[in-house]
Protein backbone atom coordinates (compact mmCIF):
# COMPACT_ATOMS: atom_id res chain seq x y z
CA UNK A 1 0.00 0.00 0.00
CA UNK A 2 2.99 2.63 0.55
CA UNK A 3 4.60 1.75 -2.38
CA UNK A 4 1.15 2.45 -4.01
CA UNK A 5 0.82 5.95 -2.62
CA UNK A 6 4.23 6.47 -3.25
CA UNK A 7 3.79 6.26 -7.47
CA UNK A 8 0.99 8.15 -7.33
CA UNK A 9 2.32 11.00 -5.46
CA UNK A 10 5.74 10.79 -8.06
CA UNK A 11 2.56 10.54 -10.96
CA UNK A 12 1.36 13.57 -9.23
CA UNK A 13 4.83 15.28 -9.39
CA UNK A 14 5.55 14.72 -13.15
CA UNK A 15 2.03 15.86 -13.95
CA UNK A 16 2.34 19.23 -11.94
CA UNK A 17 5.62 19.41 -14.52
CA UNK A 18 3.93 18.51 -17.77
CA UNK A 19 0.76 21.00 -17.08
CA UNK A 20 3.54 23.75 -16.73
CA UNK A 21 5.38 22.43 -19.77
CA UNK A 22 2.03 22.63 -21.67
CA UNK A 23 1.23 25.68 -20.37
CA UNK A 24 4.01 27.52 -21.19
CA UNK A 25 3.75 25.80 -24.84
CA UNK A 26 0.20 27.04 -25.47
CA UNK A 27 1.69 31.00 -24.17
CA UNK A 28 4.44 30.65 -26.63
CA UNK A 29 2.14 29.85 -29.70
CA UNK A 30 0.24 32.90 -28.47
CA UNK A 31 -3.58 34.06 -28.13
CA UNK A 32 -6.43 31.78 -29.85
CA UNK A 33 -8.27 32.94 -32.78
CA UNK A 34 -11.55 32.37 -34.94
CA UNK A 35 -11.37 29.97 -37.78
CA UNK A 36 -12.74 33.01 -39.87
CA UNK A 37 -10.00 35.52 -38.32
CA UNK A 38 -6.93 36.90 -40.53
CA UNK A 39 -3.86 35.36 -39.17
CA UNK A 40 -0.63 36.72 -41.16
CA UNK A 41 -0.12 39.81 -38.88
CA UNK A 42 0.17 37.50 -35.74
CA UNK A 43 3.65 37.29 -34.41
CA UNK A 44 5.43 34.02 -33.81
CA UNK A 45 7.31 32.70 -30.74
CA UNK A 46 10.77 34.00 -30.07
CA UNK A 47 13.16 31.62 -29.70
CA UNK A 48 15.97 30.56 -26.71
CA UNK A 49 14.52 33.69 -24.62
CA UNK A 50 17.25 35.48 -22.59
CA UNK A 51 15.01 37.24 -19.73
CA UNK A 52 12.14 36.36 -17.80
CA UNK A 53 8.93 38.54 -16.83
CA UNK A 54 9.04 40.11 -13.30
CA UNK A 55 5.74 37.97 -12.76
CA UNK A 56 2.79 36.40 -14.33
CA UNK A 57 -0.23 37.19 -15.72
CA UNK A 58 -3.70 35.21 -14.33
CA UNK A 59 -2.56 34.51 -10.21
CA UNK A 60 -5.64 34.32 -8.06
CA UNK A 61 -5.46 36.79 -5.12
CA UNK A 62 -4.24 34.09 -3.06
CA UNK A 63 -1.35 33.22 -4.87
CA UNK A 64 -0.29 36.74 -5.03
CA UNK A 65 -0.81 37.41 -1.20
CA UNK A 66 1.64 34.22 -1.08
CA UNK A 67 3.73 34.93 -3.57
CA UNK A 68 4.46 38.90 -1.51
CA UNK A 69 4.72 37.22 1.70
CA UNK A 70 7.61 34.59 0.41
CA UNK A 71 9.49 37.34 -1.26
CA UNK A 72 9.08 39.99 1.96
CA UNK A 73 10.45 36.78 3.81
CA UNK A 74 13.31 36.25 1.09
CA UNK A 75 14.26 40.01 1.09
CA UNK A 76 14.45 40.09 5.02
CA UNK A 77 17.09 37.01 4.34
CA UNK A 78 18.89 38.74 1.82
CA UNK A 79 19.30 42.01 3.22
CA UNK A 80 21.20 40.48 6.65
CA UNK A 81 25.02 42.06 6.94
CA UNK A 82 28.01 40.35 7.25
CA UNK A 83 28.87 40.42 11.19
CA UNK A 84 32.43 39.00 10.62
CA UNK A 85 33.73 41.50 7.60
CA UNK A 86 35.27 43.75 10.76
CA UNK A 87 37.00 40.48 12.93
CA UNK A 88 38.26 39.32 9.30
CA UNK A 89 40.05 42.54 8.83
CA UNK A 90 41.54 42.29 12.08
CA UNK A 91 42.72 38.92 11.98
CA UNK A 92 44.34 40.21 8.51
CA UNK A 93 46.58 42.69 10.07
CA UNK A 94 47.41 40.92 13.01
CA UNK A 95 48.57 38.29 10.45
CA UNK A 96 50.73 40.37 8.76
CA UNK A 97 52.37 41.99 12.19
CA UNK A 98 52.86 38.37 13.46
CA UNK A 99 55.03 37.39 10.30
CA UNK A 100 58.96 37.10 10.97
CA UNK A 101 61.32 36.20 8.42
CA UNK A 102 62.17 32.97 10.57
CA UNK A 103 58.73 31.91 10.66
CA UNK A 104 58.37 32.50 6.53
CA UNK A 105 59.80 28.66 5.92
CA UNK A 106 57.39 27.07 8.19
CA UNK A 107 54.60 29.26 7.22
CA UNK A 108 54.60 27.64 3.53
CA UNK A 109 55.54 23.61 4.65
CA UNK A 110 52.02 24.24 6.81
CA UNK A 111 50.26 25.45 4.21
CA UNK A 112 51.73 22.93 1.44
CA UNK A 113 50.66 20.38 3.96
CA UNK A 114 47.39 21.57 4.39
CA UNK A 115 44.21 19.70 2.87
CA UNK A 116 42.75 20.67 -0.02
CA UNK A 117 39.76 22.86 1.14
CA UNK A 118 36.26 21.43 0.13
CA UNK A 119 35.04 23.07 -2.55
CA UNK A 120 31.53 24.24 -3.63
CA UNK A 121 31.48 23.22 -7.21
CA UNK A 122 28.79 26.81 -8.18
CA UNK A 123 29.83 29.19 -5.68
CA UNK A 124 31.98 31.23 -7.42
CA UNK A 125 30.70 34.62 -9.57
CA UNK A 126 28.81 33.16 -12.45
CA UNK A 127 29.84 33.93 -16.33
CA UNK A 128 28.23 36.22 -18.80
CA UNK A 129 29.00 33.15 -21.12
CA UNK A 130 27.43 30.05 -18.40
CA UNK A 131 24.44 29.74 -19.03
CA UNK A 132 21.68 27.36 -17.26
CA UNK A 133 18.45 25.51 -18.09
CA UNK A 134 15.40 24.29 -15.91
CA UNK A 135 13.02 22.39 -19.23
CA UNK A 136 10.77 21.15 -16.33
CA UNK A 137 9.46 24.81 -16.04
CA UNK A 138 10.07 26.35 -19.02
CA UNK A 139 12.63 27.22 -22.12
CA UNK A 140 14.23 29.89 -20.36
CA UNK A 141 18.34 30.02 -20.38
CA UNK A 142 19.54 32.57 -18.25
CA UNK A 143 22.69 33.26 -15.80
CA UNK A 144 22.98 31.31 -12.80
CA UNK A 145 21.65 33.99 -10.64
CA UNK A 146 18.75 35.07 -12.83
CA UNK A 147 17.70 31.04 -13.52
CA UNK A 148 17.16 30.72 -9.79
CA UNK A 149 15.02 33.74 -9.40
CA UNK A 150 12.80 31.88 -12.50
CA UNK A 151 12.42 29.18 -10.74
CA UNK A 152 11.34 31.12 -7.80
CA UNK A 153 9.02 32.63 -9.00
CA UNK A 154 7.82 29.75 -11.19
CA UNK A 155 7.12 28.18 -7.76
CA UNK A 156 5.65 31.56 -6.09
CA UNK A 157 3.08 31.30 -9.03
CA UNK A 158 2.15 27.70 -8.78
CA UNK A 159 0.87 28.60 -4.70
CA UNK A 160 -2.77 29.33 -5.67
CA UNK A 161 -3.48 25.97 -7.46
CA UNK A 162 -1.56 23.61 -6.46
CA UNK A 163 -0.40 24.97 -2.79
CA UNK A 164 0.93 21.25 -1.44
CA UNK A 165 3.11 20.81 -4.00
CA UNK A 166 4.41 24.04 -4.87
CA UNK A 167 5.02 24.67 -0.99
CA UNK A 168 6.86 21.23 -0.52
CA UNK A 169 8.89 21.62 -4.01
CA UNK A 170 9.87 25.27 -2.28
CA UNK A 171 11.06 23.35 0.89
CA UNK A 172 13.95 21.21 -0.77
CA UNK A 173 14.70 24.21 -3.33
CA UNK A 174 14.92 27.13 -1.96
CA UNK A 175 17.05 26.15 1.07
CA UNK A 176 20.77 25.42 0.18
CA UNK A 177 21.53 23.61 3.81
CA UNK A 178 20.57 20.11 3.21
CA UNK A 179 20.61 18.95 6.88
CA UNK A 180 18.31 21.57 7.50
CA UNK A 181 15.90 20.54 5.34
CA UNK A 182 16.30 17.13 6.20
CA UNK A 183 15.65 18.01 9.95
CA UNK A 184 12.88 20.18 8.83
CA UNK A 185 10.88 17.68 6.76
CA UNK A 186 11.41 15.21 9.61
CA UNK A 187 9.85 17.54 11.65
CA UNK A 188 6.65 18.23 9.73
CA UNK A 189 5.96 14.80 9.33
CA UNK A 190 5.86 14.21 13.07
CA UNK A 191 3.60 16.90 12.92
CA UNK A 192 1.28 15.35 10.50
CA UNK A 193 1.57 11.99 11.81
CA UNK A 194 0.88 13.24 15.54
CA UNK A 195 -2.46 14.96 13.79
CA UNK A 196 -3.35 11.80 11.79
CA UNK A 197 -3.14 9.75 14.95
CA UNK A 198 -4.60 12.21 16.88
CA UNK A 199 -7.11 14.56 14.98
CA UNK A 200 -9.12 15.12 18.54
CA UNK A 201 -6.33 16.19 20.18
CA UNK A 202 -6.01 19.62 20.76
CA UNK A 203 -1.94 20.05 22.13
CA UNK A 204 -1.16 18.61 18.45
CA UNK A 205 -3.20 21.15 16.41
CA UNK A 206 -1.68 23.70 17.77
CA UNK A 207 2.05 25.11 17.43
CA UNK A 208 3.75 27.93 18.83
CA UNK A 209 5.60 30.40 16.51
CA UNK A 210 7.92 31.31 19.21
CA UNK A 211 8.68 27.87 20.24
CA UNK A 212 12.59 27.13 20.19
CA UNK A 213 12.62 24.12 18.18
CA UNK A 214 9.80 25.02 15.73
CA UNK A 215 11.76 28.28 14.97
CA UNK A 216 15.48 26.73 14.52
CA UNK A 217 13.54 23.62 12.41
CA UNK A 218 11.06 24.44 10.66
CA UNK A 219 10.59 28.10 10.86
CA UNK A 220 13.53 29.39 9.48
CA UNK A 221 13.18 28.01 6.78
CA UNK A 222 11.65 29.09 3.27
CA UNK A 223 8.45 27.53 2.21
CA UNK A 224 7.41 26.13 5.40
CA UNK A 225 4.47 29.28 6.13
CA UNK A 226 3.61 28.14 2.72
CA UNK A 227 3.59 24.55 3.57
CA UNK A 228 1.59 24.61 6.90
CA UNK A 229 -1.14 26.99 5.59
CA UNK A 230 -1.57 24.39 2.56
CA UNK A 231 -2.25 21.99 5.04
CA UNK A 232 -4.37 24.07 6.69
CA UNK A 233 -2.88 25.84 9.89
CA UNK A 234 -3.94 28.94 10.02
CA UNK A 235 -1.96 32.03 12.57
CA UNK A 236 -3.92 32.79 15.44
CA UNK A 237 -3.30 34.88 18.83
CA UNK A 238 -4.31 32.73 22.02
CA UNK A 239 -3.83 33.23 25.86
CA UNK A 240 0.06 31.89 26.84
CA UNK A 241 1.62 32.21 29.91
CA UNK A 242 0.98 35.71 31.10
CA UNK A 243 -0.46 37.22 27.51
CA UNK A 244 -1.28 36.31 24.47
CA UNK A 245 1.04 34.81 21.30
CA UNK A 246 1.11 33.68 18.31
CA UNK A 247 0.03 30.09 17.19
CA UNK A 248 -0.55 28.25 14.17
CA UNK A 249 -4.25 26.23 14.57
CA UNK A 250 -5.82 23.89 12.32
CA UNK A 251 -9.79 23.35 12.76
CA UNK A 252 -10.23 19.67 14.17
CA UNK A 253 -12.81 18.97 11.36
CA UNK A 254 -9.98 19.35 9.08
CA UNK A 255 -7.43 17.35 11.23
CA UNK A 256 -9.74 14.49 10.76
CA UNK A 257 -9.25 13.98 7.23
CA UNK A 258 -6.94 11.84 7.63
CA UNK A 259 -6.39 10.73 4.10
CA UNK A 260 -5.49 14.15 2.83
CA UNK A 261 -2.97 14.67 5.50
CA UNK A 262 -1.50 11.20 4.25
CA UNK A 263 -0.95 12.67 0.93
CA UNK A 264 0.23 15.87 1.86
CA UNK A 265 2.78 13.97 3.74
CA UNK A 266 3.64 11.47 1.37
CA UNK A 267 4.22 15.03 -1.01
CA UNK A 268 6.46 16.05 1.31
CA UNK A 269 8.99 13.18 1.47
CA UNK A 270 8.66 12.78 -2.17
CA UNK A 271 9.45 16.19 -3.32
CA UNK A 272 13.16 16.70 -4.45
CA UNK A 273 14.84 20.07 -5.51
CA UNK A 274 14.37 21.83 -8.79
CA UNK A 275 17.95 22.36 -9.89
CA UNK A 276 18.86 24.82 -12.84
CA UNK A 277 20.48 22.15 -15.35
CA UNK A 278 23.94 23.65 -17.47
CA UNK A 279 23.59 24.58 -20.90
CA UNK A 280 25.86 23.36 -23.49
CA UNK A 281 25.89 26.36 -24.92
CA UNK A 282 26.18 24.69 -28.42
CA UNK A 283 28.93 26.66 -31.24
CA UNK A 284 29.55 25.21 -34.42
CA UNK A 285 32.82 26.25 -36.19
CA UNK A 286 34.25 26.04 -39.40
CA UNK A 287 37.63 24.04 -39.70
CA UNK A 288 40.02 26.25 -38.13
CA UNK A 289 44.05 26.33 -37.20
CA UNK A 290 43.08 28.04 -34.26
CA UNK A 291 40.79 24.74 -32.65
CA UNK A 292 43.34 24.68 -30.09
CA UNK A 293 43.72 27.90 -28.88
CA UNK A 294 41.14 28.90 -26.21
CA UNK A 295 40.16 32.44 -24.05
CA UNK A 296 39.52 31.20 -20.88
CA UNK A 297 38.12 33.57 -18.45
CA UNK A 298 39.11 33.04 -15.02
CA UNK A 299 35.79 32.17 -13.55
CA UNK A 300 36.24 28.75 -15.23
CA UNK A 301 38.46 28.19 -12.55
CA UNK A 302 37.58 27.71 -8.20
CA UNK A 303 40.65 29.80 -7.53
CA UNK A 304 42.40 32.73 -9.83
CA UNK A 305 45.30 32.05 -11.93
CA UNK A 306 47.11 34.19 -10.21
CA UNK A 307 46.52 32.21 -7.24
CA UNK A 308 47.18 29.12 -8.75
CA UNK A 309 50.80 30.79 -9.40
CA UNK A 310 51.12 31.87 -6.23
CA UNK A 311 50.75 28.19 -4.68
CA UNK A 312 53.15 27.42 -6.75
CA UNK A 313 55.47 29.22 -6.08
CA UNK A 314 54.76 28.75 -1.92
CA UNK A 315 55.72 25.32 -2.94
CA UNK A 316 58.87 25.79 -4.39
CA UNK A 317 60.06 27.78 -1.69
CA UNK A 318 59.29 25.74 0.92
CA UNK A 319 60.64 22.65 -1.03
CA UNK A 320 63.66 24.68 -1.20
CA UNK A 321 64.14 26.35 2.25
CA UNK A 322 63.16 23.45 4.08
CA UNK A 323 64.51 20.25 1.62
CA UNK A 324 60.88 19.11 2.04
CA UNK A 325 60.58 15.48 0.34
CA UNK A 326 57.06 14.79 -1.74
CA UNK A 327 55.90 11.73 0.19
CA UNK A 328 52.70 9.85 -1.23
CA UNK A 329 50.34 11.24 0.95
CA UNK A 330 51.95 14.94 -0.35
CA UNK A 331 51.65 13.56 -4.05
CA UNK A 332 47.91 12.35 -3.41
CA UNK A 333 47.03 15.75 -1.95
CA UNK A 334 48.55 17.47 -4.74
CA UNK A 335 46.17 15.05 -7.14
CA UNK A 336 42.77 15.99 -5.17
CA UNK A 337 44.01 19.82 -5.38
CA UNK A 338 44.30 19.31 -9.03
CA UNK A 339 40.88 17.97 -9.40
CA UNK A 340 39.21 20.74 -7.67
CA UNK A 341 40.86 23.81 -9.05
CA UNK A 342 38.05 24.32 -12.31
CA UNK A 343 34.72 24.42 -12.22
CA UNK A 344 33.83 24.36 -16.00
CA UNK A 345 35.34 22.79 -19.27
CA UNK A 346 35.47 23.78 -22.93
CA UNK A 347 35.33 21.09 -25.02
CA UNK A 348 35.33 21.20 -29.06
CA UNK A 349 35.09 18.07 -31.10
CA UNK A 350 37.08 18.22 -34.34
CA UNK A 351 35.05 16.40 -37.28
CA UNK A 352 36.83 16.20 -40.70
CA UNK A 353 34.10 18.88 -41.94
CA UNK A 354 33.56 20.99 -38.67
CA UNK A 355 33.71 22.28 -35.12
CA UNK A 356 31.36 21.32 -32.38
CA UNK A 357 32.05 22.80 -29.01
CA UNK A 358 29.96 22.47 -25.95
CA UNK A 359 30.74 23.85 -21.94
CA UNK A 360 30.06 21.28 -19.08
CA UNK A 361 31.31 21.18 -15.36
CA UNK A 362 34.87 19.57 -14.57
CA UNK A 363 33.13 16.82 -12.25
CA UNK A 364 30.51 15.75 -15.27
CA UNK A 365 31.69 12.44 -16.70
CA UNK A 366 33.14 11.83 -20.26
CA UNK A 367 30.23 9.99 -21.07
CA UNK A 368 28.38 13.75 -21.13
CA UNK A 369 30.30 14.41 -24.02
CA UNK A 370 29.84 10.96 -25.78
CA UNK A 371 25.70 11.68 -25.58
CA UNK A 372 26.17 15.52 -26.65
CA UNK A 373 28.15 14.12 -29.38
CA UNK A 374 25.65 11.60 -30.25
CA UNK A 375 22.61 13.78 -29.86
CA UNK A 376 23.76 16.04 -32.54
CA UNK A 377 24.72 13.02 -34.90
CA UNK A 378 22.63 12.97 -38.15
CA UNK A 379 23.44 8.88 -37.97
CA UNK A 380 23.52 8.73 -34.30
CA UNK A 381 23.64 5.09 -34.32
CA UNK A 382 26.44 4.63 -36.23
CA UNK A 383 29.63 3.51 -33.15
CA UNK A 384 32.04 6.55 -32.72
CA UNK A 385 35.36 6.86 -31.03
CA UNK A 386 36.77 9.94 -29.17
CA UNK A 387 40.18 10.62 -28.75
CA UNK A 388 42.33 12.92 -26.82
CA UNK A 389 44.86 15.45 -28.87
CA UNK A 390 47.23 12.93 -28.70
CA UNK A 391 45.53 10.52 -30.32
CA UNK A 392 44.78 8.23 -27.66
CA UNK A 393 41.51 6.96 -27.24
CA UNK A 394 39.11 7.43 -24.61
CA UNK A 395 37.93 4.42 -23.22
CA UNK A 396 36.60 4.83 -19.78
CA UNK A 397 34.08 7.27 -20.16
CA UNK A 398 33.45 7.41 -16.53
CA UNK A 399 36.07 9.57 -15.64
CA UNK A 400 35.30 12.70 -14.75
CA UNK A 401 37.13 16.02 -17.80
CA UNK A 402 39.40 16.82 -15.08
CA UNK A 403 40.37 13.27 -14.19
CA UNK A 404 41.34 13.34 -17.83
CA UNK A 405 43.31 16.10 -17.74
CA UNK A 406 40.97 17.75 -20.04
CA UNK A 407 40.50 20.96 -17.97
CA UNK A 408 39.69 23.59 -18.30
CA UNK A 409 39.70 22.95 -22.02
CA UNK A 410 40.82 20.55 -24.66
CA UNK A 411 39.89 19.41 -28.40
CA UNK A 412 38.82 16.08 -28.86
CA UNK A 413 39.09 14.15 -32.00
CA UNK A 414 36.02 12.28 -33.52
CA UNK A 415 36.12 8.97 -35.57
CA UNK A 416 33.14 6.78 -36.84
CA UNK A 417 33.91 3.19 -36.06
CA UNK A 418 36.05 2.00 -39.32
CA UNK A 419 34.87 -1.54 -39.21
CA UNK A 420 30.71 -0.11 -39.55
CA UNK A 421 31.58 2.66 -41.26
CA UNK A 422 33.21 0.55 -44.44
CA UNK A 423 29.82 -1.72 -44.23
CA UNK A 424 27.76 1.49 -44.58
CA UNK A 425 29.92 2.88 -47.55
CA UNK A 426 29.51 -0.50 -48.98
CA UNK A 427 25.57 -0.55 -48.95
CA UNK A 428 25.41 3.50 -49.63
CA UNK A 429 28.44 4.25 -51.60
CA UNK A 430 29.82 7.65 -50.55
CA UNK A 431 26.48 9.13 -49.25
CA UNK A 432 27.48 7.20 -45.54
CA UNK A 433 29.93 9.24 -44.80
CA UNK A 434 29.08 13.09 -46.16
CA UNK A 435 27.33 14.52 -43.06
CA UNK A 436 28.59 14.21 -39.61
CA UNK A 437 26.26 16.89 -37.90
CA UNK A 438 22.25 17.51 -37.79
CA UNK A 439 21.20 19.67 -40.94
CA UNK A 440 19.65 22.15 -38.09
CA UNK A 441 23.41 22.18 -36.36
CA UNK A 442 25.07 22.65 -39.41
CA UNK A 443 22.68 25.99 -40.03
CA UNK A 444 24.21 27.19 -37.19
CA UNK A 445 27.87 27.09 -38.55
CA UNK A 446 29.92 30.37 -38.00
CA UNK A 447 33.39 31.18 -38.07
CA UNK A 448 35.94 30.33 -35.41
Known amino acids: M ?75 TQNKSDPNSVTKARMRREMKEEKRAAEEAKKLADRYREEPKEVVKDAAPVLSTILYT ?135 LTAEPIKPQLDRNMKVYHPSPSASRFNIPDEFYNVSPAELKREQQARQEATEKLGMLRTKAMRERDERRELTKYRFVLIRVRFPDVLLEGTFKANEPFSCLVEFVRENLEHDWIPFHLSSAGGQKITDHSLTFAELGLAPAAVVNFTWDQQVMAEVNAQQGDKGSQASLKQEVMALIQNL
Open 134 to 268: CPNIGPAILPKEEMNAYIHQFLLSQLGEEPEMASALMIQTLNKNKEKVKVCVETLSKYLDNLISNPGEEKFRRIRLSNKAFTERVRELEGTDEFLQAVGFKISSLPFEDGETDFYVIDEEVAKDSARLENIKEIL
Open 2 to 76: FCNRRKIIMSAIKKFFQKRKLDVKFKRAGEGHKLTDDTKSAGGPSSRPQSVQASRSGLSEEAARAAEAALIRTSK
